[in-house]
């Protein structure tokens, strides 16, 4: 089993939709918890950012962590067409592990 | 502008041949590190440095060498790259002395034949 289960996807939305990405976890260490956004032909950059359990929101994202339930989750609100794109989500305790990427499509 | 740049950007190479990927950040970062990604495994980490002539390994090291002569240069060095090395290289860096808020560079794919 991987430390960090990320569904691939593809997931495909309309515009205006919201998009709900998810990332399960069986290592109870990780304490910080990062989502990238990463598009094609580029490297990943860093979203959001939190620490501890509970909401986070930075514009038209919000990234929730469930530590309870091993459980984080990335909320895009008014999904965007340049919002397409492969969303990792990354956990750090000791080590640092990198979910597999979940691919995004917003249609217009 | 801040950034971290790798080169080359496209390698295809044949078993055996010696090559280095450069990285190099203008951000005065201490922390740098190498990824590989491949389809279904997201990114892994092969070596990071958290300071000049301070590297350790990562999560799959094997067949990868690194140095840090510099602040800003973290090159890869595959000695005898093999095609199970095929893959897409990402160097990043960060502020903090750890992989938290990292920037990556472009990538750089790589293929063994």
């Known amino acids: 089993q991987k430390e960090v289960e990320q569904d691939p996807g593809p997931l495909s939305v309309p515009e205006g939709a919201i998009v709900s990405l998810n990332c399960t976890y069986s290592n109870s260490a990780f304490q910080y918890f990062m989502w990238y956004r990463q598009y094609s032909r580029k490297g990943p950059e860093l979203l959001m950012y939190?620490?501890?359990?509970g909401n986070k929101e930075d514009g038209r994202f919000t990234a929730q962590v469930d530590k309870s339930s091993k459980y984080i989750s990335l909320f895009i609100r008014d999904s965007q067409p340049s919002d397409s794109a492969t969303y990792l989500c990354a956990m750090i305790s000791n080590d640092m592990r990198f979910g597999a990427g979940t691919r995004l499509t917003v249609k217009p | 502008e801040a950034q971290v740049t790798q080169n080359p950007r496209y390698l295809i190479t044949v078993t055996g041949k010696k090559l280095t990927v450069t990285c190099s950040q203008n951000m005065n970062h201490e922390y740098m590190s190498w990824y590989r990604q491949d389809p279904g495994l997201g990114l892994r980490q092969i070596y990071y440095s958290m300071n000049v002539e301070v590297t350790d390994k990562g999560d799959v090291p094997e067949g990868y060498k690194v140095s840090r002569k510099e602040k800003r240069n973290f090159p890869l060095i595959l000695e005898s790259p093999s095609p199970n090395q095929t893959s897409l290289y990402f160097c990043?860096?960060?502020?903090?002395?750890?992989?938290?808020?990292?920037?990556f560079g472009p990538g750089t794919r790589l293929t063994v034949t």
């Open positions: 990043a860096s960060s502020l903090t002395r750890g992989p938290y808020e990292q920037y």
């Open positions: 939190t620490y501890s359990s």
